[in-house]
């Protein structure tokens, strides 16, 4: 443990909504980069407003819960406390975070894709895309009320309370899928569903026969699971270590407790090889296009697959590190009881 002091929740609150808007700003203008210039320059008021809506609705709607799982990590690695001044009644971390911070959120992603619609539509305005990017960017006026709100009953419940203080769940499995899987799942879907509407759209526009060419579509698969796997591993390393410090379950499989950089690189292998099957297999089978719902079809089921593999990947990841952590504690502790 370093000398620094140790950071409070409003420091903590502050420093996580920077922290959420630079990465989430990268992600849209990448976003941006891909819709309007990568996938076709030609686009509508519609077209707009459909990124509006799901920058909101993704970031807005699943961001915080997000947020508040990462302030947590920062309060289990002592690096931020709920100071004497800072600290509420509650007892406990709120139970559901994504539960108490999802509906204020999807009130909120309602009415500020309501606002711009009315702004786009009634004033007959189609913004360029820079502007377009800049305009989403209120998503961080909404995420940061948000998790405002919440963050000082959760941090301060979580240190009232200490580690393993909650009740084990019945089932991990059932609790992994319920909280980690399906949730994760939606978001992912509400983020590259409308990506694969507009990329396979245009690529379906230049063939007679509105088919989609399969190597197309490997190629945006491959793409998709190397970005998906790799951004819900690192999503849900902190609800898994959260959950396990305060003693929702643990964690007894064989997984190596590896370097995070390593699982990067693995998970890009892995996307590689989805690819590079799929090309394959088509390409044995003769065929070379598909229609637009079987391309959406399967942009569904690699949304899903990469969801499911990086949430499994990172809760092994974290549980071996989570448990070598308290094994290390445990033997720190009985070399001071000695002495």
Same mark, same amino acid.
């Given at each position: 443990?370093? &000398?620094?002091?140790?950071? &409070? ?13 630079i990465?989430? @700003?990268?992600?849209i ?5 891909l819709?309007? #210039?990568?996938m076709?320059?030609?686009? @509508?008021? *519609? +077209? ?5 809506? +799901?920058?909101? *609705? ?8 997000? +947020? /508040?799982? !990462?302030?947590?990590?920062? /309060? ?52 360029s895309?820079v502007? @377009?990017?800049?305009?989403?960017m209120v *998503? ?5 009320i ?5 963050i ?16 084990s769940? +019945?089932?991990?499995?059932g ?10 799942f ?6 590259n569903?409308?990506?694969a ?6 690529e ?6 509105s ?6 579509m !490997?190629?945006?698969? !491959?793409v998709?699971?190397? *970005?998906?796997? #790799?951004f ?7 609800y ?6 305060? $003693?929702?379950?643990?964690y @007894? ?5 590896? #370097? ?5 690189l ?6 590689g090889v989805l ?14 296009k ?8 399967g ?6 697959l990469?969801?499911?593999? $990086? ?16 094994a ?12």
């Open positions: 443990m370093s &000398g620094h002091e140790k950071s &409070g929740i409003k420091k903590l609150f502050i420093s996580q909504v920077i922290l959420s808007f990465v989430i @700003t990268v992600l203008i990448l976003g941006g980069v819709v309007f #210039n990568v076709g320059k030609d686009y @509508t008021q *519609f +077209t707009v407003m459909g990124f509006l809506a +799901t920058v909101f *609705f993704a970031f807005i709607v699943f961001q915080p819960n997000g +947020t /508040l799982f !990462a302030a947590r990590v920062e /309060l289990i690695r002592e690096k931020a406390e709920a100071k004497k001044e800072e600290k509420t009644s509650a007892t406990a971390p709120i139970a559901n975070p994504l539960l108490k911070t999802a509906i204020p959120g999807i009130i909120a992603a309602t009415g500020s894709t309501g606002i711009m619609a009315a702004i786009i539509y009634g004033l007959d305005w189609t913004p895309p502007v @377009t990017v800049l305009l989403s *998503f961080v006026i909404p995420l940061a948000i998790i405002r709100i919440y000082y009953d959760d941090i301060s419940g979580m240190a009232a309370a200490g580690p393993f203080s909650a009740k769940v +019945t089932s991990k499995g609790y992994i899928w319920s909280y980690y899987i399906l949730p994760t939606v978001m992912q879907l509400i983020i569903m409308p990506l509407n507009r990329g396979f759209s245009i379906a526009a230049k063939d007679a026969a088919l989609v060419p399969t190597a197309a !490997a190629l945006d698969y !491959a998709t699971f190397m *970005f998906i796997c #790799n819900v591993f690192l999503a849900v390393s902190t898994a270590l959260s959950d396990m410090y305060v $003693g929702k379950f643990s @007894t499989g064989k997984a190596r407790g590896i #370097n995070g950089f390593v699982y990067f693995l998970m890009l292998l892995m996307g690819g590079v099957v799929f090309a394959g297999i088509t390409a044995v089978l003769g065929i070379e598909a229609s637009f719902p079987v391309a959406l079809a942009k569904f089921l690699t949304v899903l990469s969801v499911y593999l $990086g949430c499994r990947l990172a809760v092994g990841w974290t549980g071996k590190r989570f448990n070598d952590a308290v290390k504690k445990m033997a720190e502790m009985k070399k001071v009881g000695k002495r």
